[in-house]
């Protein structure tokens, strides 16, 4: 009999689902009418989890899965996993560490490139035939040079670092937070995230959402001030959604590149109106490239733990 995998959010790479479905007795529970029911029924017969970074699986969920012998995060953020009850259970959760950053990083400069030379907007200008109703070149506002407009970093972990040395290759001064300074890192350390805001041109948020849940509010965003961008490929939560929008509404904030949410897929109308928001649906690790990557990693994960091993990417045992 194969081993029951209980899959939480789906893998959009067709040839990992073909491993996975001829390895294993594959449960998808985001195509079930009545997902908790059918957990209740058969829970202790699952083998395996494979979730989503920012689905997880609830500490609920965990306890009616009593035979879990891996969780599987495709992704690299397990703040949506209560990482401290599984390792009392010693069960393995396991995420695509390394997998995703080059892609991440990419995004984040992507977001701020479209964000401080207005993209988005320009992109509607000429698709909705504006331009050619309003001709003069002063009808579209300038926008401001990305190339040496000094970077804070916030998280520098694997993503961060990458950032960094993108956006050192466009001659911007960089400087960071995080819990600590890191001898490893040659930028400037900054302990207080509200002075990296007021000494920067763009706050680039890289942190797990864990430690950091709300690091960014009204006194981050007035710290950043009117010139300002804030990018954020790591976790909507980071940031107090409101104080974001009421900044940005009133122009107090020059610009935003977002690829998450506090509540996704629900975006504040606000954010969703605004000319200073280049907005993205969570897409930063969404390539062909990355996610195949990342779906190998998973398959490894629950090959090693249903094999008795200890997965190579186990962050709990
Ligand atoms: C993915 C993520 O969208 O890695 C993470 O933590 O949030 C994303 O890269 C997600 O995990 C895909 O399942």
Known sequence: MKPRVLQLNPILIPEINEELASLYEIHKLFEMADPQGWV?????????????????????????LPGLKVVAVNGVGTDAVDLA????????????????TEDVADLAIGLLIAACRNLCAGDRFV????????PNPSAIPLA???????????????VGRA?????????????????????????????????????CDALVLCAAADKAEGIVDASVI????PKGFLIN????????????TEALVAGRIAGVGLDVFVDEPRVP?????????????????????????????????????????????SLTT
């Open 40 to 64: 209740r029924e058969h829970g202790a017969s699952i083998d395996a989890a494979i979730t989503g970074g920012h689905t997880g699986i609830s500490r609920s969920m965990l306890e009616q």
């Open 85 to 100: 009850y599984c390792a009392t259970r010693a069960l393995p959760v396991t995420a695509t560490l390394g997998a995703l």
């Open 127 to 134: 698709r909705e035939g504006q331009w050619e109703r309003f």
């Open 144 to 158: 401001r040079r990305f190339s040496g407009m000094r970077v804070g970093i916030v998280g520098m972990g694997r």
């Open 163 to 199: 950032v960094a040395v993108r956006a050192e290759a466009f001659g911007c001064p960089i400087s960071y937070t995080d819990l600590r300074h890191m001898e490893d890192v040659p930028h400037r350390f900054v302990p207080a995230l509200i002075d990296l805001a007021r000494e």
């Open 222 to 225: 007035e710290a950043l001030g």
């Open 233 to 244: 490929v790591a976790r909507g939560r980071l940031v107090r959604e409101d104080d974001l």
């Open 269 to 313: 109308q606000a954010l969703r109106e605004s000319e200073r928001a280049t907005l993205q649906a969570h897409r930063a690790s969404a390539t062909w490239e990355t996610r195949t990557a990342m779906g190998r990693m998973v398959l490894d994960s629950v090959a090693q733990a249903l094999a008795g091993q200890r997965p190579a990417m």
